[in-house]
């Protein structure tokens, strides 16, 4: 049973900066890749970006492209979101998950394996 746990969220000013933290455990973990969902109140999961374990294009979706950074630590099963430049329009839970397959254009929920339980990442004006 694999178990991914974020981390990091919490409450920030416009403008500021939160690094959010994912890590893997369970049996052996050895994901396609790993991605970063979120999910604002009232609105449908979408995708953040996404990193393959083996190195390789990221993906970005276009509302964080330039202000947001997403690695990974294959040695501590762990990947991170370092999130900038932050709006109040990136409020929203931030969901770790495993996938089997992205591309440069899109990332489904539909392609995830495993789910994390989220963390709250509030941006006030």
């Known amino acids: 049973q694999v178990q991914l746990v974020e981390s990091g969220g919490g409450l920030v000013q416009a403008g500021g900066s939160l690094r959010l933290s994912c890590a893997a455990s369970?049996?052996?973990?050895?994901?396609?890749?790993m991605g970063w969902f979120r999910q604002a109140p009232g609105k449908e999961r979408e995708s953040v970006a996404a990193?393959?374990?083996?190195?390789?294009?990221?993906y970005y979706s276009d509302s964080v492209k330039g202000r947001f950074i997403m690695s990974r630590d294959n040695a501590n099963n762990g990947v991170y979101l370092q999130m900038n430049s932050l709006t109040p329009q990136d409020t929203a839970v931030y969901y770790c998950?495993?996938?089997?397959?992205?591309?440069?254009?899109?990332?489904?929920?539909?392609?995830?394996?495993?789910w994390g339980q989220g963390t709250q990442v509030t941006v006030s004006s």
């Open positions: 998950a495993a996938l089997n397959d992205y591309n440069d254009y899109e990332m489904l929920t539909q392609w995830v394996d495993h």
């Open positions: 369970g049996r052996t973990f050895y994901p396609y890749a």
């Open positions: 990193i393959k374990w083996r190195g390789g294009n990221r």
